[in-house]
Protein backbone atom coordinates (compact mmCIF):
# COMPACT_ATOMS: atom_id res chain seq x y z
CA UNK A 1 0.00 0.00 0.00
CA UNK A 2 1.47 3.40 -0.96
CA UNK A 3 1.85 5.49 2.30
CA UNK A 4 1.22 9.57 1.63
CA UNK A 5 4.54 11.11 2.82
CA UNK A 6 7.79 10.00 3.48
CA UNK A 7 11.12 11.86 5.14
CA UNK A 8 14.32 11.54 3.38
CA UNK A 9 17.95 13.05 5.30
CA UNK A 10 20.94 13.23 3.04
CA UNK A 11 23.71 12.31 5.43
CA UNK A 12 26.59 13.52 3.56
CA UNK A 13 30.20 12.76 3.96
CA UNK A 14 33.18 13.76 5.69
CA UNK A 15 33.38 17.67 5.29
CA UNK A 16 36.03 18.93 4.70
CA UNK A 17 35.63 22.13 6.89
CA UNK A 18 33.99 20.43 9.83
CA UNK A 19 36.66 17.56 10.06
CA UNK A 20 33.98 15.19 10.57
CA UNK A 21 30.70 13.93 9.09
CA UNK A 22 28.21 16.32 10.36
CA UNK A 23 25.75 13.14 10.97
CA UNK A 24 28.07 12.65 13.86
CA UNK A 25 28.06 15.68 15.28
CA UNK A 26 26.56 15.84 19.01
CA UNK A 27 23.65 17.14 19.77
CA UNK A 28 22.40 17.79 23.22
CA UNK A 29 23.70 14.07 24.22
CA UNK A 30 22.40 12.48 20.88
CA UNK A 31 23.58 13.18 17.22
CA UNK A 32 22.49 15.55 14.58
CA UNK A 33 21.94 12.54 12.57
CA UNK A 34 19.10 11.12 15.31
CA UNK A 35 18.03 14.38 16.18
CA UNK A 36 16.48 15.37 12.13
CA UNK A 37 15.36 11.60 11.68
CA UNK A 38 13.39 12.00 15.19
CA UNK A 39 12.18 15.10 13.69
CA UNK A 40 10.99 13.87 10.39
CA UNK A 41 9.48 10.62 12.11
CA UNK A 42 7.12 12.84 14.46
CA UNK A 43 5.80 15.04 10.73
CA UNK A 44 5.53 12.42 7.78
CA UNK A 45 3.40 8.75 7.85
CA UNK A 46 5.44 7.42 5.59
CA UNK A 47 8.81 5.85 4.97
CA UNK A 48 11.92 7.42 6.74
CA UNK A 49 15.41 7.03 4.67
CA UNK A 50 18.90 7.92 5.00
CA UNK A 51 21.05 8.30 1.78
CA UNK A 52 24.78 8.31 2.98
CA UNK A 53 27.82 7.36 0.63
CA UNK A 54 28.62 4.37 -0.18
CA UNK A 55 30.19 2.88 2.71
CA UNK A 56 29.36 5.64 5.34
CA UNK A 57 29.19 4.94 8.51
CA UNK A 58 26.23 6.15 10.42
CA UNK A 59 26.13 6.99 14.25
CA UNK A 60 24.02 4.45 16.48
CA UNK A 61 21.61 3.87 17.26
CA UNK A 62 18.79 4.89 14.74
CA UNK A 63 15.32 4.26 15.06
CA UNK A 64 14.01 0.78 14.20
CA UNK A 65 12.09 2.00 11.15
CA UNK A 66 15.19 3.95 9.38
CA UNK A 67 16.19 2.55 6.20
CA UNK A 68 19.47 3.10 4.74
CA UNK A 69 20.12 3.79 0.87
CA UNK A 70 23.44 4.48 -0.76
CA UNK A 71 24.02 7.15 -2.96
CA UNK A 72 25.60 4.91 -6.52
CA UNK A 73 28.12 7.99 -7.30
CA UNK A 74 29.65 10.44 -4.45
CA UNK A 75 30.37 13.67 -5.73
CA UNK A 76 27.56 14.47 -7.76
CA UNK A 77 26.28 17.16 -5.12
CA UNK A 78 23.00 17.17 -3.58
CA UNK A 79 20.43 16.12 -6.92
CA UNK A 80 22.13 13.00 -6.87
CA UNK A 81 21.13 12.07 -2.88
CA UNK A 82 17.73 13.56 -3.93
CA UNK A 83 17.66 11.20 -6.97
CA UNK A 84 18.68 8.47 -4.77
CA UNK A 85 15.99 9.11 -2.06
CA UNK A 86 13.06 9.61 -4.32
CA UNK A 87 14.19 6.54 -6.27
CA UNK A 88 13.51 4.09 -3.15
CA UNK A 89 10.33 5.81 -3.10
CA UNK A 90 8.71 5.07 -5.92
CA UNK A 91 5.55 2.70 -5.35
CA UNK A 92 5.47 3.81 -1.27
CA UNK A 93 4.86 7.03 -1.08
CA UNK A 94 3.51 9.89 -3.19
CA UNK A 95 5.66 13.11 -1.23
CA UNK A 96 9.05 13.40 0.73
CA UNK A 97 10.11 16.05 2.37
CA UNK A 98 14.12 15.73 1.83
CA UNK A 99 16.42 17.66 3.47
CA UNK A 100 20.41 17.86 5.03
CA UNK A 101 21.27 16.16 8.38
CA UNK A 102 23.01 19.84 9.51
CA UNK A 103 19.46 21.02 10.26
CA UNK A 104 19.70 21.11 14.61
CA UNK A 105 16.58 23.80 14.82
CA UNK A 106 14.21 21.96 11.82
CA UNK A 107 10.85 22.02 13.81
CA UNK A 108 8.05 19.70 12.98
CA UNK A 109 5.79 22.65 12.12
CA UNK A 110 8.47 24.13 9.43
CA UNK A 111 8.25 20.09 7.84
CA UNK A 112 4.56 20.22 8.08
CA UNK A 113 3.94 23.27 6.79
CA UNK A 114 6.31 22.99 3.74
CA UNK A 115 4.68 19.60 2.97
CA UNK A 116 0.91 20.90 3.29
CA UNK A 117 1.56 23.40 0.40
CA UNK A 118 2.71 20.10 -2.18
CA UNK A 119 -1.02 20.57 -4.12
CA UNK A 120 -1.79 18.25 -6.66
CA UNK A 121 -1.00 20.53 -9.58
CA UNK A 122 2.91 20.80 -8.17
CA UNK A 123 6.08 18.63 -8.12
CA UNK A 124 8.08 20.74 -5.96
CA UNK A 125 7.37 23.34 -3.00
CA UNK A 126 10.83 25.60 -2.50
CA UNK A 127 11.11 27.51 0.73
CA UNK A 128 12.58 30.80 -0.07
CA UNK A 129 13.49 31.31 3.74
CA UNK A 130 15.75 33.63 5.36
CA UNK A 131 16.96 35.18 2.09
CA UNK A 132 17.65 31.90 0.10
CA UNK A 133 16.40 29.32 -1.71
CA UNK A 134 15.90 25.75 0.70
CA UNK A 135 16.14 22.78 -1.93
CA UNK A 136 17.51 20.38 1.15
CA UNK A 137 14.44 21.66 3.38
CA UNK A 138 11.92 21.29 0.58
CA UNK A 139 9.35 18.84 -0.34
CA UNK A 140 9.17 17.21 -3.55
CA UNK A 141 7.06 14.67 -5.78
CA UNK A 142 8.41 11.46 -5.65
CA UNK A 143 7.83 10.94 -9.51
CA UNK A 144 10.16 13.52 -10.04
CA UNK A 145 13.26 10.70 -10.05
CA UNK A 146 13.67 9.93 -13.57
CA UNK A 147 13.86 14.22 -14.51
CA UNK A 148 16.57 14.17 -12.09
CA UNK A 149 18.27 11.45 -13.01
CA UNK A 150 18.10 12.52 -16.05
CA UNK A 151 19.52 15.96 -15.32
CA UNK A 152 22.34 14.20 -13.70
CA UNK A 153 23.19 12.03 -16.62
CA UNK A 154 23.17 16.07 -18.41
CA UNK A 155 25.36 17.14 -16.69
CA UNK A 156 23.30 19.98 -14.74
CA UNK A 157 23.54 18.67 -11.08
CA UNK A 158 22.60 21.90 -9.95
CA UNK A 159 19.06 22.18 -7.90
CA UNK A 160 18.31 24.93 -9.45
CA UNK A 161 17.99 23.69 -13.01
CA UNK A 162 15.01 21.17 -11.68
CA UNK A 163 13.54 24.02 -10.11
CA UNK A 164 13.76 26.00 -13.77
CA UNK A 165 12.55 22.60 -15.57
CA UNK A 166 9.36 22.96 -17.51
CA UNK A 167 8.51 19.13 -16.52
CA UNK A 168 8.94 20.27 -12.69
CA UNK A 169 5.96 22.77 -11.42
CA UNK A 170 7.66 24.50 -8.63
CA UNK A 171 6.42 27.05 -6.12
CA UNK A 172 8.23 29.02 -4.27
CA UNK A 173 7.17 30.17 -0.63
CA UNK A 174 9.26 33.05 1.11
CA UNK A 175 8.92 33.57 4.62
CA UNK A 176 5.41 35.75 4.36
CA UNK A 177 3.98 33.04 3.02
CA UNK A 178 5.50 30.50 5.15
CA UNK A 179 4.52 32.24 8.54
CA UNK A 180 0.82 32.67 7.68
CA UNK A 181 0.73 29.57 9.11
CA UNK A 182 -0.14 30.14 12.89
CA UNK A 183 1.25 26.77 14.17
CA UNK A 184 4.58 27.78 12.29
CA UNK A 185 4.70 31.34 13.47
CA UNK A 186 4.32 30.35 16.98
CA UNK A 187 6.82 27.83 17.07
CA UNK A 188 9.77 28.84 14.67
CA UNK A 189 9.20 32.84 13.98
CA UNK A 190 12.50 33.91 13.18
CA UNK A 191 12.74 30.20 10.35
CA UNK A 192 15.81 29.19 12.28
CA UNK A 193 14.13 25.45 11.00
CA UNK A 194 16.51 26.14 7.95
CA UNK A 195 19.72 27.43 9.74
CA UNK A 196 22.67 24.82 8.83
CA UNK A 197 26.25 24.37 10.20
CA UNK A 198 29.12 24.80 7.67
CA UNK A 199 31.87 24.93 9.81
CA UNK A 200 33.29 25.02 13.25
CA UNK A 201 32.13 28.00 14.32
CA UNK A 202 28.89 27.66 12.96
CA UNK A 203 28.42 24.35 14.73
CA UNK A 204 29.65 25.76 18.11
CA UNK A 205 27.16 28.87 17.84
CA UNK A 206 24.39 26.69 17.20
CA UNK A 207 25.34 24.06 20.30
CA UNK A 208 25.53 27.10 22.45
CA UNK A 209 21.86 27.84 21.67
CA UNK A 210 19.42 27.27 24.44
CA UNK A 211 17.48 23.81 24.27
CA UNK A 212 14.06 23.93 23.19
CA UNK A 213 11.01 25.21 25.84
CA UNK A 214 8.99 22.40 26.62
CA UNK A 215 5.94 21.97 29.19
CA UNK A 216 6.62 18.96 31.31
CA UNK A 217 4.62 16.88 34.01
CA UNK A 218 4.85 14.34 36.26
CA UNK A 219 1.81 12.11 36.14
CA UNK A 220 0.04 9.56 39.07
CA UNK A 221 2.70 7.53 41.15
CA UNK A 222 5.13 9.86 39.79
CA UNK A 223 3.43 13.47 40.60
CA UNK A 224 4.37 12.26 44.58
CA UNK A 225 6.68 14.62 46.82
CA UNK A 226 5.86 18.20 45.39
CA UNK A 227 6.03 17.29 41.81
CA UNK A 228 1.98 18.26 40.57
CA UNK A 229 1.65 20.66 37.90
CA UNK A 230 3.11 21.51 34.96
CA UNK A 231 6.77 22.60 34.99
CA UNK A 232 8.59 24.39 31.95
CA UNK A 233 11.58 23.41 31.50
CA UNK A 234 14.91 23.48 28.74
CA UNK A 235 15.16 20.24 26.93
CA UNK A 236 16.96 18.82 23.87
CA UNK A 237 15.21 15.23 24.51
CA UNK A 238 12.77 13.24 26.12
CA UNK A 239 15.70 12.29 28.43
CA UNK A 240 16.55 15.69 28.81
CA UNK A 241 13.04 16.12 29.76
CA UNK A 242 12.79 13.37 31.95
CA UNK A 243 16.44 14.93 33.80
CA UNK A 244 14.92 17.90 34.07
CA UNK A 245 12.38 16.86 36.56
CA UNK A 246 14.21 14.27 38.59
CA UNK A 247 13.49 11.40 36.50
CA UNK A 248 15.48 8.72 34.44
CA UNK A 249 13.37 7.24 31.38
CA UNK A 250 13.96 3.70 31.74
CA UNK A 251 11.47 0.80 31.79
CA UNK A 252 9.45 1.87 34.78
CA UNK A 253 8.59 5.88 33.34
CA UNK A 254 7.04 6.10 29.97
CA UNK A 255 6.48 9.43 28.22
CA UNK A 256 3.59 10.73 26.05
CA UNK A 257 4.60 13.84 23.51
CA UNK A 258 2.08 16.16 23.04
CA UNK A 259 -0.45 14.00 24.44
CA UNK A 260 0.07 11.23 22.02
CA UNK A 261 3.37 9.90 20.69
CA UNK A 262 4.03 7.05 23.64
CA UNK A 263 7.49 6.55 23.80
CA UNK A 264 10.19 5.21 26.20
CA UNK A 265 13.55 6.40 23.54
CA UNK A 266 15.37 8.94 25.58
CA UNK A 267 16.73 10.42 22.35
CA UNK A 268 13.72 11.83 20.63
CA UNK A 269 13.94 14.56 20.06
CA UNK A 270 12.19 17.71 21.49
CA UNK A 271 10.75 21.00 20.13
CA UNK A 272 9.67 24.14 21.39
CA UNK A 273 6.68 24.16 22.54
CA UNK A 274 6.04 20.10 23.09
CA UNK A 275 4.56 19.17 25.99
CA UNK A 276 5.41 16.22 27.80
CA UNK A 277 3.66 13.62 29.94
CA UNK A 278 5.21 11.17 32.38
CA UNK A 279 3.97 8.35 33.95
CA UNK A 280 4.75 5.20 35.79
CA UNK A 281 4.97 1.82 33.51
CA UNK A 282 4.30 -0.17 36.13
CA UNK A 283 1.20 1.28 36.82
CA UNK A 284 -0.32 0.33 33.69
CA UNK A 285 1.00 3.95 32.34
Keep these: MVQGTAGVVLAGG?????????????WHGSTL?????????????GPLLVVRAAGQLLPEPLPAQVEIVEDPEEGLGPLQGIAAGLTALAGRALT????????????PAFVRRVLSALTDDLDVVLPVARGYPQPLAAAYRVTLAPLVTDL?????????????????RTLRIDDAALLK????AAADPALDSVVNVNSPDEYRAARCQPAPQVTVQRYGALAGNGHRGPRTVRAATLSGAAEAVGLTLDRHVIAALNGDQISRDGDVP???GDTVAFLSADAGG
Excluded: N, W
Aim: proline share 6%.
Design 14 to 26: RSSRMGTPKAELE
Design 270 to 272: LAS
Design 96 to 107: AFVCSTDLPFLH
Design 33 to 45: LRRTLGVLARSVD
Design 181 to 184: DPAL
Design 152 to 168: IVAGDRRPAFLFRHERC
